[in-house]
């Protein structure tokens, strides 16, 4: 998985190929599948030089790549930052000045390519922490009219667990607050925990929709896809029982590869990733909007050629 400002190998994925695509227009101002050819044969000719695509299968993974992108264009509305030529050839910069969700894309695009263990904080905030508060903002959205959600993670205001554990208690009404019932004290910063959605009932009784979720900034996120369980949570912690088990959540950065998207989805629970992100991005708080830019902006003015 290549790295901005690295380039990707020759036998990157399509995904890989139109992550970088995007990129490159949006330093350039606009690419095209020739330019993406031509940037697969100075990687063919200087950097790799046994098993790479021949000139064939250099044109069709091209060639998936924008079909990639032509999908991405549909899967998010009209969230997509980037105008496709009628010929699928020719990848350009969308003019719109004012559409957040183009802000978001480019967020999550980048908070997928650049390193983040090391380059996650630019204009002082963190990226990979940013999309736990983008992410609370998605999941209630996505749970619609009357739905609520706070930030359990890193990122939230608390930063006790025993303190966050009732916290969440006290909003979802329900769990009876914290409880440890081994003899050790806990080590836990969040559980595996980002984000908690739910959906009250007028009447106020237990048993109602609640959602538990994980974000993960990056590439490197294959083998933590199941560490959130929220009924062995919810065991471990709440003093009771929640009368229905939390639906599974799990947040990416990434755009994930329509190949690996069922056996993905399977690992994770509801899948949201950055073409669902950017579906569901319409009402997210002004506070988060503004760091989403202010991150982006940041990095954005450091893009080589810029």
Request: with cysteine.
């Amino acid at each position: 998985m290549f790295k901005w400002p690295g380039t990707p190998s020759p036998r990157a994925s399509e995904h890989e190929l139109a992550d970088y695509a995007e990129l490159d227009c949006w330093k350039c101002k606009s690419t095209s599948s020739t330019a993406l050819s031509a940037d697969l044969g100075r990687l063919d000719e200087n950097d790799y030089s046994d098993g790479v695509p021949e000139e064939e299968e250099t044109v069709e993974i091209v060639t998936a790549a924008y079909v990639e992108m032509e999908r991405r264009l549909q899967a998010c509305r009209d969230g997509y930052p980037y105008v496709i030529d009628e010929q699928g050839h020719t990848l350009s910069v969308h003019r719109s000045v004012d559409n957040h969700r183009h802000v978001v894309y480019r967020y999550l695009l980048l908070a997928t390519r650049l390193n983040m263990k090391n380059n996650r904080v630019h204009a002082g905030i963190d990226g990979s922490l940013l999309l736990e508060e983008l992410a609370a903002d998605v999941a209630r959205e996505y749970l619609g009219a009357r739905a609520e959600s706070l930030v359990f993670g890193t990122a939230g205001v608390l930063t006790d667990f025993r303190g966050k554990i009732n916290n969440l208690c006290q909003h979802i009404k329900e769990g009876d607050g914290f409880m440890n019932r081994d003899e050790a004290p806990p080590t836990e910063k969040d559980g595996k925990l980002d984000v908690v959605a739910w959906k009250h009932f007028t009447d106020g009784l237990p048993g109602k929709l609640i959602a538990f979720g994980q974000c993960k900034t990056g590439t490197g996120y294959k083998d933590t896809l199941a560490q959130l369980q929220p009924d062995s949570f919810c065991k471990k912690w709440l003093q009771s029982p929640l009368v229905l088990t939390p639906v599974r959540m799990f947040f990416v950065a990434e755009a994930v590869s329509q190949q690996r998207w069922r056996d993905t989805s399977i690992d994770a629970g509801l899948l949201f990733d950055r073409c669902r992100i950017v579906d569901f991005c319409d009402c997210i708080s002004k506070d988060v909007l503004a760091k989403v830019k202010e991150w982006t902006a940041a990095v954005a003015n450091e893009l080589p050629g810029q």
